[in-house]
């Protein structure tokens, strides 16, 4: 980035991928950041990338959210003027814009940076074929306003045993009312686009509330706990409830999911590659 009179010159190949990430996952850490750059081939250099969020951060492209020192290292999330360089550029999403009402509520931040771990944990075991962010499914459903898909916070295909696997995740951090878990277990089973939704819970006690607020979904839903998936990823525990409870490997759960159709449910709008 480099400075002229009165504007800040925003570059296409430097500083858009990093507006992009933090714009996607809604909120961010710097070592998220760093991790999703890496990854992408898009910066080695850490002195580099803390350069330019910083000039970011400086010139109010980016904001420095406040739980960066419940989190322990700074955190990070776009702002209008962000959103609108990006859109300058044509990266539009209807879910998200430089004109929306709210572009993070605070409740919202731990929830998105625990979605973004378990996104890199899969991508750094190199299983992740492809993330579809809750920002591009939104913006998907606006546009098919008619069809029954639900809002996940991600729908997610992964690599095994030479298959591609789709499946929609859920993080859920605190519980909800009864009420709530009723409507979403309808908008579950009339959502046919999707054959399994796993659903990660931060602790024992909430996977066991989950099960059985969820328990009339049948196999179509599965439990595992969040910071054991992260590590065990594929081999991670999951509570089925079909027939009979019972926790499985994930992996073998996952074998009798149909091969994804990557034509099914093909993005309309992309995050960054």
Not at 106 to 130: P, Q, S
Request: glycine share 4%; net charge positive; with cysteine.
């Amino acid at each position: 980035m480099r400075y002229r009179k009165g504007h800040v010159a925003i570059s296409d190949t430097r500083d858009v991928p990093v507006l992009l990430i933090v714009r996607n996952a809604r909120a961010v850490t710097m070592s998220q950041l760093v991790d999703e750059l890496f990854h992408a081939g898009l910066e080695r250099n850490l002195r580099s990338t803390y350069w330019r969020v910083r000039r970011l951060v400086a010139n109010g492209f980016m904001t420095t959210l406040r739980h960066s020192k419940t989190i322990g290292e700074p955190a990070y999330a776009i702002t209008r003027a962000g959103l609108a360089a990006l859109e300058t550029r044509g990266h539009y999403l209807l879910a998200l814009s430089s004109e929306s009402k709210n572009i993070l509520a605070d409740v919202e931040v731990l929830h998105m940076i625990e979605i973004n771990a378990i996104r890199i944990a899969l991508m750094k075991a190199g299983i992740l074929d492809d993330w579809k962010m809750e920002l591009e499914i939104i913006s998907e459903n606006l546009v098919n306003r008619f069809n029954t898909r639900k809002d996940f916070d991600s729908i997610v295909t992964v690599r095994h045993n030479g298959r591609k696997l789709r499946f929609a995740l859920e993080f859920e951090k605190t519980a909800k009312s009864a009420a709530r878990y009723v409507e979403i277990s309808q908008s579950i089973l009339l959502d046919t686009s999707i054959d399994l939704v796993v659903y990660l819970a931060a602790s024992q006690e909430l996977l066991s509330l989950l099960a059985q607020e969820f328990r009339s979904i049948g196999n179509k839903v599965v439990f595992g706990l969040s910071n054991q998936f992260k590590t065990q990823l594929l081999e991670t525990p999951m509570l089925s409830i079909g027939d009979h409870s019972e926790f499985r490997p994930f992996s073998e759960i996952l074998t009798y999911l149909p091969e994804a159709n990557d034509g099914v449910i093909a993005s309309c709008i992309r995050a960054i590659s």
